[in-house]
Structure formats: structure tokens, C-alpha cells
């Protein structure tokens, strides 16, 4: 699936999910990729969106994206227009070596999770609910808004160290097994249901203590 998109699976990739819009910071994306290139000389970028309908600035945001990107080899910016979906996105988020979120404001950030289940180390800002997901040196790293010397910094070093990638996406895989998949929902969901039922019977129990012997 990679071939047929003109990336090299034996070469590292560097990949970021997201929409084209200006919160994501794609461009920042770019500049990252910049600097890892002169470290990593055969590295590979790609981004992928999706064009909504109640999103009227990602066409927008996909040009300035795209053009950004002129003259910058192995760039590979895709969109569900270019045939990319469900199955292409999840193919790509396996086989990157580091996923990358450079989002300057972000909730829960699906696409770091997803990254983190299939063992990819993340190297992302710390915005919204993004530190909830990224464990600084656990399961990837944390970087400032717009710091992208930091951020290609770490990137280059889970590319080199690939004994530290696979720990830090070993890590990120456990860490969204415990917090974040519907079965820990379901386990808080019994567990407030036994606290409920525990309590009642306590309460009960005390009542009939403190009634006296006889009465109704």
C-alpha cells in the first residue's frame, strides 16, 4: 500500500493525521521535516487530511500546505481525494517510524492515540489533552508550541534509535490499553455501578443498627 503511494517502507518516515488547518500547524509539519532531513538524509514526510464539509478552510490550507512543501524531496501529502482512506491511514500510521502532532491548540487528539495503539512513538506539542495521551520520555516526547528545532531534535533520535522507538511505542500501546479503549470505560462503568450497590447496602446496614428492635 505504501509502493502504490511512491513511499519507501525500508526508509524512516516521519507521519502526521490531521485536517489542513491552521491549529494543526502543517506548515510547522514542514519546517520540522526540513530540519530532520539534514540529519536523516533519507527520510520521508507524509501528511495526511481529509477534506470535510464543514471545514471550508482546508482547501485553503492544503494549498498553502502543498505549496510550502515545493522543492522539498520525498514529501508526500495526501488526502482522501487522492484515494486514501480508513485502511491507507492505518497502514501508514504502522509503518511510520515516528508520528508527529505540532497541533498549536487540540482536545483529545484522536489521531495520537491511534498513533500509540499500533506502537508508533509520538513526538507532539503540549496543547490541550495532548499530555493526557504523550508521556514525556514514556511513550514519546513533548514540545513547545512552534519549537520545531526541539521537535526535530526527537525525531531524529527515535529514528536513530530504533531500540528506543519500539520501547516508547511498546509503551504508548500499553498506556492506551489501560486508559482510553472502551473496555477501561466499561471496567469504571461497573466499577461506579459496585460503588453504588456497596454503598446502598452500608447505608442499609446502618439503618438497621440504629432502628430499634421492634420497631416497624
Known sequence: MLNRYGVD???PILGQVSRFDPWKDPLGVIDTFKLVKEKVPDAQLVMIG????DDPEGVE?????VKHAEGL???HILTNHDG??????????RASTVAIQLSTREGFCLAVTEALWK???????????IPLQVIDGVTGYLVDRRDYATAARRVVELMRRPWLARALGSNGREHVRRNFLITRLLRD???MHIDLVSSAATHLEIRRATVPAGSK
Request: charged share 25%; proline share 5%.
Open 9 to 11: 517502507p525500508d526508509r
Open 119 to 129: 506502537g508508533t512513538p509520538v513526538v507532539a506539542t503540549r496543547a490541550g489533552g
Open 84 to 93: 486514501v482512506g480508513d485502511h491507507e491511514v492505518n497502514a501508514f500510521q
Open 50 to 53: 481529509a477534506f470535510a464539509h
Open 73 to 75: 524531496r520525498d514529501v
Open 189 to 191: 462503568y461497573l466499577r
Open 61 to 65: 490550507w492544503y494549498r498553502k500546505t
